[in-house]
């Protein structure tokens, strides 16, 4: 199982970024699929996922500014559609997948992409 994460890049505070992860072998319908952040010398932590019944979850400090969602026609591709975004959002942001678990803890998610930089600047 592949998950290819895009969309990463360098954004003045307040303006928006949209990431993309894709799997490459598996419909998402049936598993739970996330966002995870992380700055060195820091956990990942998670920033929000979406379960099989499309039950969304984020991490306070981003609720109101980003959305995760399933890609329009496409069954194997969701977003992170972020706004509003603040310097403390600079980090590396992994697509995660998981067949049962959709919590907080990174060692129980199954599947990792390689990451996609996003760096904000005041």
């Known amino acids: 199982v592949q998950l290819v994460e895009s969309g990463g890049g360098s954004v003045q505070a307040g303006g928006s970024l949209r990431l993309s992860c894709a799997t490459n072998?598996?419909?998402?319908?049936?598993?739970?699929m996330g966002w995870f952040r992380q700055v060195p010398g820091k956990e990942r932590e998670r920033v929000a996922s979406?379960?099989?019944?499309?039950?969304?979850?984020y991490a306070n400090s981003v609720k109101g500014r980003f959305t995760i969602a399933k890609q329009d026609n496409a069954k194997n591709a969701i977003y992170l559609q972020m706004n509003s975004l603040k310097p403390e959002d600079t980090a590396m942001y992994y697509c995660?997948?998981?067949?049962?678990?959709?919590?907080?803890?990174?060692?129980?998610?199954?599947?990792w992409g390689q990451g996609t930089q996003v760096t904000v600047s005041a």
């Open positions: 072998r598996f419909s998402y319908s049936n598993y739970c």
């Open positions: 995660s997948a998981d067949l049962t678990y959709c919590g907080d803890w990174e060692t129980l998610w199954s599947y």
């Open positions: 979406i379960e099989s019944n499309g039950t969304t979850n």
